[in-house]
């Protein structure tokens, strides 16, 4: 049991860690060497028909960019999930993006920590902007409290309507 509650602890601390650091800016390359595995996976679900727009969305991305690798499209690192995304749309994190430490859902035995995040976003191209609240899942958690994988749910439909010429999501 206190080895539940410590590994549960040491995950929520991860987990807090790596969400301040992301809304913070810290470049992803950092932050995934910092708070991830060394083959991590990344997940942002939503329809794959959507890829047109948001080259992100519903594809598993894996591992890490070697050094000197190439960063062609065809390439679905961890890296290259961040580097896809940055391209399309900026985040715009505010205080309360990251709620309290104590409000991480952890489940040591399964070894997953779900977070509720809110924040602003823009398309990169359009400069349209919407605000939304996301999921963080957060597990496959190392001896270490490293992170194994992320999955995130998000509103594809907003951002799809940010990202295209053609659809108004202005407030």
């Known amino acids: 049991m206190a080895h539940c509650k410590a590994r549960g602890e040491l995950m ?3 987990a807090y860690s790596f969400c301040k650091a992301f809304t913070s800016g810290s ?3 950092e932050t995934l060497d910092k708070y991830f595995t060394s083959n991590p996976k990344i997940l942002e679900h939503g329809p794959k028909w959507a890829n047109l727009r948001l080259p992100f969305l519903g594809i598993t991305f894996h591992g890490r960019r070697s050094q000197g690798s190439s960063t062609a499209t065809s390439r679905r690192t961890c890296d290259d999930y961040y580097d896809r995304l940055t391209s399309t749309l900026s985040f715009h994190p505010d205080e309360d993006t990251v709620p309290p430490k104590e409000e991480f859902m952890v489940d040591a035995q399964k070894g997953i920590v779900t977070i509720k995040l809110h924040a602003k ?8 902007e919407w605000e939304e609240y996301f999921v963080y899942v957060l597990s496959e958690f190392d001896e270490d409290g490293k992170i194994g994988s992320q999955e995130l749910w998000a509103d594809p439909l907003s951002a799809w309507a940010a990202v295209g010429e ?3 999501c202005t407030r």
């Open 12 to 14: 929520r601390s991860t």
């Open 166 to 168: 053609d659809g108004d």
């Open 27 to 29: 470049p992803p390359s």
């Open 121 to 128: 976003f823009a398309s990169v191209k359009t400069g349209k």
